[in-house]
C-alpha cells in the first residue's frame, strides 16, 4: 500500500494524556501574623487520617500514603505520635490547686492519730483490738417488724443459724440464777446434816424460782436477731409484704441497747429528741406501747430519711401517733417542757466508726475543727434539753456511737451538776449493770466504764461503739 494512503494513527490507542496541571502554591503566610493555635498547627503539623487496611499503621500518614521524612521508620512514627501528644497535654494543663481541692492529709487518718492519742490513754491494752474492730466491717443485726406479716421470716432467719438475742437473754439469766442458786444451797447444805440440810436445799430452790429476774425491764416485743460470734454472715436486704411493708430493718444490734434501757411502758409519752435516721425511732414503735412518740431532728434532709423509714415499715394508722418535727433539740424545753415519760437523747457525735472509714460528711475534717471541738458542749445542752422535758418521775437514755469519755461520761457528770445548780432539778443515776450480764454473749462491754455501758467493737462481735446511761428525774 502507498504510504500516503497509511491510516492515521489514532492517539487513544496508546492512553497518551496531557501532562497534569501544575498546582499554583499558596503564599506562605509568617507565623508571626498567625494565632497560637494557628502557629501551633504550623510547627507540628496533624498528618491527615488514611483509610486503609494494615491495622492502622497508614492513619499517619500524609499525603501519598508517606510519612515526613522526619518521621522514616518505626521509632519516628513514634516520635511523631509522642510529639502531639505531649502538645496536646501541654495545651490541657492546669495547676492543681491542693489549698481548695483536696486536703493533704485525709480525714481518717487525722481521725485514727486522735483515737490513737486518746483512746490508748483510755482503753488501755483493750485499744489495738478496738481499733482493728473499728476498722473492719460492721456486724449488723435484722430487727423484725412487728408490723409487717412476714412470720416466715425467723424460721427463714433460724434456718441460717441467726437468733434473737433479746429474747435468749431471759432464758439464759433465768438459769444462771438456778446455777447460782443451786450451787450456794449445795454449799450451805455441806455445812448441815441429816433433815436440815434437805430442807435448807428446798428453801434455797425455791427462793430461787420465787425471785424476780434482772430482765423484767426489758421489751419481749422488740426481737433483733444476729449470727453468732466470729459468724461474719451478711443478711439478705429486706423485702415487702403484701401491703408494701419491709420485713426487717439492718441496724447495729448495739444500737437498740438504748431502746431496751428506756423501758418504754403502755401509753407512754416519748420524745425522740434526735431521731433522724430513724433506727431508733423504728425499735421504739415495735414496742407498741407509745402512746404518743414525738420525733424530732433539727436537720431537714435527715428528717426526710426519717420519713422514709416510717412509711417503708410502719402503718398509716400507727404513723398517724408519731409527729416528726424539725425544732432545734437544745430549745425543746421552751416547746414541750416536762409532759414526757421517756426520752431519748441520742447526740451528735464523733460517730467513730464512720470517722475511721469513710471521707464523706468526716467530722475530722480540718474545715469541721471547731465544730468538732464544740461537741461536748452541743451533747449537753441537748441532754439538758432531754432532762428538762421529762415530766418528774420521768426516765432519760443519753446514748453516743463514740468511745470517749468526754463525750460520754463527763457530759453525764456534767448534766447532773447543771441541773442541781441551775434549775434546782434532782437527777438520780440508775444501774444498767446487768445489760453487761445479759448481753455477755452478743456484745463486748467495757468494764471499766464509771457512768452507764460502753460496747466496744470487737473482731468476734464487730457490734459499737454504743454508749448509753438512764436517768431519772426526781
Not at 459468724?231 to 431502746?259: E, N, Q
Request: proline share 7%; hydrophobic share 35%.
Amino acid at each position: 500500500m502507498d504510504s500516503c494512503c497509511s491510516p492515521i494513527p489514532d492517539l487513544r490507542d496508546h492512553r497518551v494524556r496531557p501532562p497534569p496541571r501544575a498546582r499554583p502554591r499558596s503564599r506562605a503566610r509568617p507565623l508571626a501574623a498567625l494565632s497560637s493555635r494557628a502557629r501551633s498547627a504550623a510547627r507540628f503539623p496533624v498528618p491527615p487520617r488514611k483509610a486503609s487496611g494494615d491495622g492502622g499503621a497508614g492513619r499517619w500518614a500524609g499525603a501519598g500514603g508517606r510519612w515526613p521524612r522526619c518521621c522514616a521508620g518505626g521509632r519516628g512514627r513514634e516520635r511523631h505520635r509522642e510529639r502531639h501528644r505531649e502538645q496536646g497535654a501541654r495545651r490541657h494543663r492546669h495547676k492543681e490547686k491542693w489549698a481548695t481541692t483536696a486536703p493533704r492529709i485525709p480525714s481518717t487518718w487525722l481521725a485514727l492519730h486522735h483515737f490513737d492519742t486518746s483512746y490508748s490513754l483510755h482503753l488501755g491494752a483493750l485499744w489495738p483490738s478496738v481499733r482493728a474492730g473499728l476498722l473492719c466491717e460492721q456486724k449488723y443485726g435484722a430487727l423484725l417488724n412487728n408490723f409487717a406479716a412476714a412470720d416466715h421470716v425467723p424460721e427463714e432467719l433460724e434456718l441460717l443459724n441467726a437468733t434473737d438475742f433479746i429474747s435468749e437473754a431471759p432464758q439464759k439469766m433465768q438459769q444462771w440464777q438456778w446455777d447460782a442458786a443451786v450451787g450456794e444451797a449445795a454449799t450451805r447444805c455441806q455445812e448441815g446434816s441429816g433433815e436440815g440440810r434437805t430442807v435448807m436445799q428446798a428453801e434455797m430452790v425455791t427462793q430461787a424460782e420465787m425471785s424476780p429476774p434482772l430482765c423484767t425491764s426489758i421489751s419481749s416485743k422488740i426481737k433483733c436477731y444476729t449470727f453468732p460470734r466470729g459468724d461474719i454472715t451478711r443478711f439478705r436486704p429486706a423485702r415487702p409484704d403484701a401491703l408494701g411493708l419491709l420485713d426487717y430493718y439492718l441496724m447495729d444490734a448495739a444500737s437498740l441497747l438504748p431502746v431496751l434501757a428506756l423501758n418504754v411502758q403502755p401509753d407512754d409519752f416519748v420524745l425522740d429528741l434526735c431521731a433522724a435516721p430513724g433506727g431508733k425511732t423504728l425499735a421504739l414503735l415495735q414496742t407498741g406501747c407509745c402512746g404518743h412518740l414525738a420525733a424530732n431532728d433539727v436537720s431537714v434532709s435527715r428528717t426526710k430519711r426519717l420519713y422514709q423509714i416510717l412509711h417503708s415499715y410502719v402503718p398509716k394508722e400507727v404513723r398517724d401517733t408519731v409527729s416528726v418535727t424539725s425544732y432545734d433539740g437544745r430549745d425543746w424545753d421552751q416547746v414541750k417542757g416536762g409532759t414526757f415519760d421517756k426520752v431519748l437523747v441520742d447526740v451528735p457525735c464523733t460517730t467513730d466508726r464512720h470517722s475511721a472509714m469513710e471521707e464523706d460528711n468526716n467530722i475530722f475534717h480540718k474545715r469541721r475543727t471547731k465544730e468538732r471541738q464544740m461537741l461536748p458542749m452541743l451533747q449537753l445542752q441537748l441532754l439538758m434539753a432531754g432532762i428538762l422535758a421529762a415530766r418528774p418521775g420521768g426516765a432519760v437514755v443519753y446514748c453516743t456511737c463514740s468511745l470517749s469519755p468526754l463525750q460520754n461520761e463527763c457530759v453525764v457528770e456534767r448534766a447532773l451538776d447543771v441541773a442541781q445548780a441551775q434549775f434546782n432539778i434532782s437527777v438520780h443515776l440508775e444501774d444498767l449493770s446487768h445489760f453487761r450480764t445479759l448481753f455477755q454473749d452478743t456484745f463486748s462491754f467495757f468494764s471499766d466504764c464509771r457512768l452507764g455501758e460502753l460496747v466496744l467493737p470487737h473482731l468476734t462481735a464487730n457490734f459499737g461503739p454504743m454508749y448509753f446511761c438512764k436517768l431519772r428525774r426526781m
